[in-house]
């Protein structure tokens, strides 16, 4: 069992420490401190040779030191054993990075398989051969890393840009996560998964797969084997998925726009969904990043939703009185930090300094989720993972899938089929 870190009330808690060091960067990068990402996309001989590279490799040690400064700092503030984790964070790192290379492979990127597939499997290895060692156990830390990413993350989500995805991109997306949620947690409640379990799962298969499951988790504060356990489905069922959707699309001359928003409203990981686009055609894989990315967008959204609606129905189910203070008390601090870096950079920044930064902000977030997984697969072994609830989440997951595939494709056709508007011109 891996030690719990210890947890500071007020402005030194975790939720606040991770809001801090994400403010922090986000600072640092927009007064010009911009430190060079490495590469990790490889697979042909200039790629291979570039990831391996002096320089790049150079650039990753100098990245690594950063977050180790910086999550050490937040440590200090937490109260933990800072000696220990200084030990213990350069492994971590090592196989988070490793896990990004692998993942960075042209034939793996081709078939949808995320970094965060091989980070879980590393730090798999380690716990389900080895074990993690005491003076490892201090820096495996999955919701510290998780909840700075998330406050990253909310960088990223532009309610401009969901606005600019396109009306029918949005509307399918709200229509789509609407019902499959619903039906998602309808079979898991069915199925006797619990609500925890059960919000992670809905969240994921109605969202955007791994990233949706991360904010959700960290929204409800939930256990980290089940986003583990959430996040393999995900990965596990899109990668056949990304193969048989353009398959059924040209067999069956499905319209190509209709088939590529039914793509992007269904594949759960935005890789695949643009691959699966691509072997359909150029106007299929548009609509499908149009779709996918009106989704990604709503996240921020969910998270704040999911955050309050369990944070009143905690307050239900143990009979407290859910008063204001008892709402903030309870009420998640790090979504708050998401949210406002959101709102930030949507309404308070100039748009060309918005898009100058999202390169670097999309690698850093990258980074914590990579820190993220790896302690995950650090903290469970594969016995407790496949016997979690008896394999009823899985099928709550692919039930819902099920309803998604079908759900999808009549709102795509219904939507960008020239049934209720105009064909859209893609």
Not at 95 to 106: S, T
Not at 108 to 132: D, M, P, Q, R
Not at 204 to 218: E, H, K
Request: aromatic residues 12%; hydrophobic residues 60%.
């Amino acid at each position: 069992m891996t030690a719990k870190p210890p947890r500071p009330a007020g402005l030194r808690s975790e939720d606040w420490v991770a809001v801090w060091i994400g403010f922090f960067l986000l600072a640092a990068v927009l007064a010009g401190v911009r430190p060079p990402l490495p590469s990790f996309d490889w697979g042909s001989a200039d790629g291979t040779a570039a990831v391996f590279a002096p320089s790049n490799l150079a650039d990753s040690l100098l990245l690594g030191l950063m977050f180790l400064a910086l999550s050490a700092a937040g440590i200090a503030l937490m109260g933990g054993r800072l000696g220990l984790f200084a030990v213990g964070f350069p492994v971590v790192y090592v196989l988070a990075w490793l896990a990004l290379v692998a993942a960075g492979h042209a034939g793996v990127k081709y078939w949808g398989l995320e970094f965060v597939l091989f980070a879980l499997l590393f730090g798999l290895l380690i716990s389900n051969t080895i074990g993690v060692p005491y003076w490892l156990r201090e820096a495996v830390r999955t919701e510290y890393y998780i909840k700075t990413g998330l406050v990253i993350l909310g960088a990223g989500i532009l309610f401009r840009e969901i606005l600019q995805a396109g009306f029918l991109g949005l509307l399918q997306a709200l229509l789509v996560i609407i019902v499959v949620w619903y039906a998602c947690f309808y079979f898991a409640r069915k199925l006797r998964v619990d609500d925890e379990f059960a919000t992670i799962l809905a969240t994921a298969v109605s969202i955007c797969g791994v990233s949706a499951a991360i904010a959700a988790c960290g929204a409800i504060q939930g256990d980290r084997k089940k986003l583990s356990y959430v996040t393999s489905l995900v990965l596990l069922v899109a990668a056949p998925m990304m193969v048989v959707m353009p398959w059924i699309v040209r067999h069956f001359e499905i319209p190509e726009i209709v088939g590529g928003a039914w793509v992007g409203g269904t594949i759960d990981t935005s890789g695949a969904v643009v691959a699966a686009g691509e072997l359909v055609g150029e106007t299929a894989m548009k609509a499908a990043v149009i779709v996918k990315f009106s989704q990604n967008a709503l996240i921020g959204v969910a998270a704040f939703a999911l955050s309050l609606w369990w944070t009143l129905r905690g307050g239900n189910q143990t009979g407290q009185r859910t008063g204001v203070r008892v709402i903030w008390d309870r009420f998640p601090k790090f979504v708050l930090g998401f949210m406002a870096a959101s709102v930030v950079f949507s309404f308070l920044l100039q748009p060309s300094l918005v898009a100058e930064t999202s390169g670097i902000f999309r690698g850093l977030r990258t980074i914590w989720f990579a820190l993220a997984f790896t302690c995950i697969g650090l903290e469970t072994r594969v016995v407790e993972l496949l016997g979690l609830e008896e394999g009823r989440p899985a099928l709550a997951f692919i039930g819902a899938q099920a309803v998604n595939v079908i759900w999808t494709l009549l709102v795509a056709y219904l939507l960008f089929g020239g049934v209720f508007f105009p064909v859209p011109d893609l």
